[in-house]
């Protein structure tokens, strides 16, 4: 495996970018829970991140709704069943833990499916702020809550508050 990564400025914090053979396998936060350590990264290199940057600014302008990108998305199989149907929350909607749940033919298994959800590789992309609690409220983001309130916030049209800047 060759693996290269890149730092990029985002709305929402600094960025790290990991590939893994040329296609994008991690998009980390700044303290990020579960963030791997930097050794595991590979080389600094911007070459492989192009087309990711380029979508990720066309998201953040609200130009982008849906990202068209290879991923490689090391996980066991429950958690890429998973991280797969995070991709499928359309822009600006919700799900809860126990809808991924059933969505997995899985009904009782909505702690599992937050765990996966916690684990998920590529932030933003593979969009695991668009989970929440069964009650509605927010629940754990490995990228901190206020950073999926803000993305929530984006997404739905909705002003930022003044105290998450």
């Known amino acids: 495996m060759n693996r290269q990564h890149t ?42 991140f ?15 709704t849906v990202f068209d990108l290879p991923l ?20 600006g909607e919700t799900r809860s833990y126990g809808e991924l749940a059933e969505a997995l033919g899985k009904p009782g298994a909505s702690r599992a499916v937050g765990l996966a959800n916690g684990k998920n590789p590529i932030g ?3 969009p695991c702020h668009r989970v929440i609690g069964a ?11 206020e950073r999926k309130q803000r993305l929530l916030a984006f997404e739905s049209g909705v002003p930022e508050p003044d105290a998450l800047f």
């Open 72 to 91: 490689h998305l090391d996980g066991t199989p429950f958690q890429r069943s998973v991280w797969e149907q995070l991709r499928k929350i359309p822009y």
């Open 7 to 48: 730092l990029v400025d985002s709305p929402y914090g600094l960025l790290t970018l990991v590939a893994t053979d040329g296609v994008l396998s991690g998009l980390y936060m700044t303290d990020q829970r579960h963030r791997p350590p930097e050794e595991d990264f590979g080389d600094p290199d911007r070459r492989p």
């Open 50 to 64: 192009a087309e990711v940057v380029r979508q990720l600014d066309a998201y953040y302008a609200g130009e982008l």
């Open 135 to 145: 009650s509605g409220g927010l629940t754990g983001y490995g990228g901190g809550l």
């Open 124 to 126: 933003i992309i593979v």
